[in-house]
């Protein structure tokens, strides 16, 4: 029964918010993006430290984030924030944004990533990753439909799937410094130093590996005690986050050497071959899988609050702003959001490589409204001096400067690279425009 009453409850523990942010982050960036890197930094010491760098990037993005989240908590995340900070027009167009490219298109995304692999294992044709991406959002959406209880279940499954996937590689590090087999990858080997340019593409592809922490501002409503767990959930998770990444990044270096970092295409499964073997690689793709579907079903999981918070606002989009009493979740949105990501997986299995044409269309879009959350902090602060805070972000104004810097760094740069795509995902955010106009209506009618 549908009861459009009900509201979203306090039933996520500390753990479940751990659980679905490291989920959120720890996902197949870890097993594509190094070889990237590697490329663009010059030398094995800046390979590893951009790693680092990553992390406390990320870590004081999410710092920033808690302080609006502990301020201002709602199901709405980021679309609450901005209605807030900018006013309802701005809100709305995050809301297009985020159903038709942001969250949708890192969903289709993610799932070109496990249909690339999943053909690897049992092959349906020539348009197998397509199909393989389609079956999978299919299920996914259809399990959280079913219900928070059981889309915390699923995540904590495979979750487990990507620690374990991360861990074996360290395992794989370990087997071959044991083997004495590892002579030709030595991590302190030096090559040519990259140039700033080159250094800041490659944190590009460092922050994207890190790329999901602030989806955590999505369950801020429903995790218990959230002003202060919120805080707890981001920095734990990001710091767990940045120990993995760096010894996952090392194994690589220590397996395969710098060079054979830079050249790999497959760099978990080479890392696999060499430690284990054929049966290894088998292995780790199985795994990488399971990492996909991590971050598959967190993305599924927290985007579909967006519409029931744009449903709220809008008389007219009202259906998807029913909660589900029953299963505890925004069940119409989910339907929603399922059906846009599909139309995006059909549009990319007519490309010849559906993860890139998934990444330009949504990295710059990303970028520019994270530019506006990180200014709604200062906003926020300027306009209610007395409001009693459960967190404060540290070194104010330092921080918050930094993560607006990053972000418009990291806007620049995805213009710059993508091309194409970048202006696909943009015309799709202005075609969204006739959305200010309903939202003054609807603005006059109150």
Request: glycine share 10%; with cysteine; charged share 10%.
């Amino acid at each position: 029964m549908h009861n459009d009453t009900a509201a979203p409850r306090e039933t996520l523990s500390l753990a479940d918010g751990l659980v679905m942010v490291i989920g959120m982050v720890v996902g197949i960036g870890v097993f594509a993006t190094p070889s990237l890197v590697a490329q663009f930094s010059g030398s094995s010491f800046n390979y590893l430290a951009l790693w680092l760098v990553g992390g406390f990037l990320t870590l004081v993005g999410a710092l920033c984030y808690a302080e609006i989240a502990t301020a201002h908590p709602h199901a709405g995340g980021e679309y609450h924030f901005l209605s807030r900070a900018y006013g309802r027009g701005v809100a709305l167009m995050f809301a297009w944004a985020r159903c038709t490219v942001i969250q949708t298109g890192a969903i289709a995304l993610v799932a070109f990533v496990y249909g690339d692999y999943a053909q690897s294992i049992v092959p349906l044709g020539a348009y197998g990753p397509a199909i393989h991406a389609a079956i999978i959002i299919a299920v996914f959406t259809g399990i959280n439909m079913a219900g928070t209880a059981q889309g915390k279940l699923a995540q904590k499954i495979f979750t487990s799937m990507d620690i374990v996937a991360l861990l074996a590689l360290i395992v794989a590090g370990i087997v071959v410094a044991l083997s004495g087999t590892a002579a030709v990858a030595t991590p302190a080997a030096a090559a040519a130093g990259g140039g700033p340019t080159l250094l800041g593409l490659a944190m590009v592809f460092v922050l994207l590996t890190y790329g999901g922490w602030n989806e955590a501002a999505y369950i801020s409503a429903e995790l218990r005690d959230g002003k202060r767990n919120i805080v707890r959930v981001l920095v734990l998770s990001i710091l767990a986050v940045t120990l993995l990444y760096f010894l996952v990044a090392w194994t690589y270096l220590y397996v395969l050497g710098f060079d054979g970092v830079k050249n790999s295409s497959t760099i978990a499964a080479d890392v696999m071959r060499t430690a284990f073997g054929p049966a290894g690689a088998t292995l780790i793709a199985i795994f990488v899988c399971g990492a996909a579907i991590s971050t598959l079903n967190a993305t599924i999981f927290t985007g579909a609050r967006v519409y029931y918070a744009l449903g709220r606002d809008l008389p007219g989009l009202k259906f998807f702003g029913i909660w589900d009493a029953r299963g505890e979740n925004p069940a119409n949105a989910f339907a929603l959001q399922g059906v846009i990501a599909l139309a995006l997986v059909v549009l990319g299995a007519f490309t010849r490589d559906g993860f890139k044409t998934m990444v330009e269309y949504t990295s710059p879009v990303f970028w520019f409204f994270m530019i506006l959350v990180g200014i709604s902090l200062f906003i926020f602060r300027r306009r209610e001096p007395d409001r009693i805070l459960g967190y404060r972000v540290p070194l104010y104004p330092v921080t918050p400067i930094i993560f607006v810097l990053t972000c418009i760094y990291l806007l620049y740069s995805s213009l710059e690279y993508t091309g194409i795509g970048a202006l696909v995902g943009v015309g799709v955010l202005v075609a969204g425009t006739p959305l200010l106009l309903l939202s003054r209506k609807t603005a006059a009618a109150e």
